[in-house]
């Protein structure tokens, strides 16, 4: 009787391990999750499902088209493997793997030496730590953070709390969303959209179709990319620096050195730039503006206590006001104007609508022309010219004015 009883119990377990392999097959996705009313079995080492409320170690790998399932805990040398899965509560520890079609979820952990892999997702409370990787369609959730050795991949999300850290990556469609930070040898790439407080750090790029919002900063080799617009209180980017199509930024920028910026720019109060600064087409540039040495800009506008520096010029509709300066061979452009403690200087020239104002100057070699103005102290200076509906008052140096 005894061992009759021993018999149907062993046959029962069969047929209900042949039963969710079937079951597996015929929805073809071999990862029982959630386990068909809290049932159980095969796991010591490889044989794949586990639940009747999993827990697992003896020291894991699970294998045979993995799973593991609600409640899930794993814990150490985990392994889990091919069509992966772990469920609700999810943790799994040390030597963590988890491999092709990756779930993982609520309360997600993952913990050392991770990598989790094909198709990922992991969930709400994410973590994932050191010498992280996750592979494509990565998601990741609320609060995550990934770490040491850090890489994420295509279709990526990342989400709030995000961190992602050294030797950072993360790849196509990026987001990363609030708190980023993303660091060292910092990467983040095409469709990189961050959101708030953002950081980058060290070696940093952020790619086309960049946004980012409160605060940024990026750092050194910085570079940015297509579509850019920041939005910030205390935007920064730094040293290499470029940022190029279609900028805006906002307030507080700065980008250092080797600047560029460029096309369609407007960059805003406390506005900089600076050392072989450029900027470019449709410039506003702002408040306490500046831009710097081997400037060029490619003006209408570079506004309040403005200077542009070192091999300047300024180009057409240009503005620049006031305590204006411009500097070393000067240019200026079309529709110019300046204004108030203007000056322009060696190698002057200054263009069509000309104008300049309250202590004046232009300087060596000046140039200035129709609808001339200068004005305050006048000065304009070596081989002046200045042309229709001049008024200058005075101090010129040599001939023709009109």
């Given at each position: ?88 509560n999810a ?66 999300q990342v ?119 450029i900027v ?123």
């Open positions: 009787m005894k061992k009759n009883g021993e018999k149907m119990k062993t046959n029962f377990i069969v047929a209900l391990y042949a039963f969710f392999t079937i079951a597996l097959l015929s929805t073809g996705y071999a990862s029982v999750c959630p386990d068909l009313s809290i049932g159980g079995a095969p796991h010591p080492n490889g044989g794949g499902f586990v639940a009747a409320t999993a827990i697992v170690d003896s020291t894991v790998v699970v294998t045979t088209n993995a799973s593991v399932c609600e409640d899930a805990i794993v814990t150490g040398d985990a392994i889990i493997d091919e069509d992966a899965r772990v469920k609700g943790r799994i520890e040390g030597n963590a793997i988890i491999k092709g079609r990756a779930l993982i979820y609520g309360d997600a952990r993952i913990i050392d030496n991770a990598i989790v892999e094909g198709d990922a997702h992991i969930y709400g409370n994410a973590l994932i730590k050191e010498n992280a990787k996750i592979s494509n369609r990565a998601q990741i959730y609320g609060n995550a953070t990934i770490e040491g050795s850090s890489t994420v991949y295509g279709y990526v989400s709030g709390f995000a961190k992602i850290k050294d030797n950072a990556k993360v790849f196509g469609n990026a987001r990363i969303l609030g708190n980023s930070t993303v660091m060292s040898k910092a990467s983040v790439y095409e469709y990189a959209y961050l959101n708030g407080y953002i950081l980058a750090s060290g070696n940093a790029k952020i790619r086309g179709s960049s946004q980012f919002y409160g605060k940024v900063t990026v750092l050194h080799s910085a570079e940015v990319s297509g579509s850019v617009y920041a939005k910030g209180i205390d935007i920064y980017i730094a040293d290499n620096a470029k940022v190029l199509g279609s900028v805006l930024l906002n307030d507080s920028v700065r980008i250092y050195g080797f600047a560029t910026v460029f096309e369609n720019s407007i960059l805003k109060n406390s506005a900089e730039v600076f050392d072989n600064a470019s087409g449709s410039v506003t540039v702002s408040g306490n503006a500046k831009v710097f040495d081997r400037a060029l800009v490619s003006a209408s506008l570079i506004t309040d206590n403005a200077l542009i520096y070192g091999k300047a010029q300024v180009v057409e509709s240009a503005v620049v006001k006031n305590s204006s300066r411009v500097f070393g061979e000067a240019s200026v452009g079309g529709s110019v104007n300046l204004l108030d403690a203007s000056k322009v200087y060696g190698h002057a020239v200054m263009y069509g609508a000309s104008s300049a104002e309250l202590d004046g100057e232009v300087f060596e070699s000046a140039q200035i022309s129709g609808n001339a103005v200068v004005s305050g102290g006048g000065r304009a200076h070596g081989n002046v010219v200045i042309r229709g509906n001049a008024l200058l008052v005075i101090d010129v140096d040599t001939g023709e004015f009109q």
